[in-house]
């Protein structure tokens, strides 16, 4: 587990295609502190975090899982990430401190393609609400501009630089039986300092208290990154379903 302080930090989001009040930005920042909204309720329900924790590692598709399509034999695991469920286009997800809520992630890399599956663990909300919030920012705006907040390992060299989203087309699939709301999305992405583009596919599952987010990386070859992604939302969602 790897827990880093952040004091002071002041995220600053420009959101480009959208109105002032939409806020401005999805995405992706790295093990950082941040405001969260604090949910109020009269009476809760038990809390365990260790079991949380154990609940969403299961979340993750299997090491082995991608081999038939072109994967590779083993992946990375980053556990106990920081990351949001969501930022795009400005829009912040509830419930997400980190006493009642827990993130893990897996990544493959090939020279083609890379996958990354982050899975999200609640205590106090659904993983389809977390789709909603998702479909929500997808909806909002058609670009923007983020410097601090992300939602995977993302290829920025500096943590607080600014990075241009430019969303594209909408993914098209059935929601996976067992899981209770998904939606897809491709976007590019812009990385100012470097002058790196690339495209990225996602695909967020939500069931129960579980979400399950699948991010495709090709390069700029959205064909590719799409057609990947659809071959693995299926595993996906058997894992997640597997999972509670």
Known sequence: MRLVVVAGVVAITVLAGCGIGSGGSDGFARRAARP???????TEPP?????LSAQTKRVLMAQADLLDVGGPTSALDHLDEDY?????????PSNEGRTGHVTHERVW??????????????????????????REGLQRCTSYKDQYFMSYTDARLE???WV???????VEFATP???EDSVGRCMKETYPATGTQRVVCLAYLG????LSIVFVIAGLDEATARAKLLQIIPKAASALQSAG
């Open 164 to 170: 241009q989203y430019d969303l594209l087309g909408v």
């Open 47 to 51: 809390f365990d975090r260790e079991v």
């Open 84 to 92: 949001l469920t969501t930022h795009i286009c400005g829009g912040y």
């Open 177 to 179: 039986a067992g899981v």
């Open 207 to 210: 069931r129960k208290n579980l």
């Open 159 to 161: 943590f607080d630089e």
């Open 109 to 134: 890399t090939t020279s083609a393609f890379t996958v990354v599956n982050v899975a999200h663990g609640y205590h106090l909300k659904t993983g389809a609400e977390g789709v909603k919030e998702a």
């Open 36 to 42: 969260s909204p604090t949910a109020t309720r009269s």
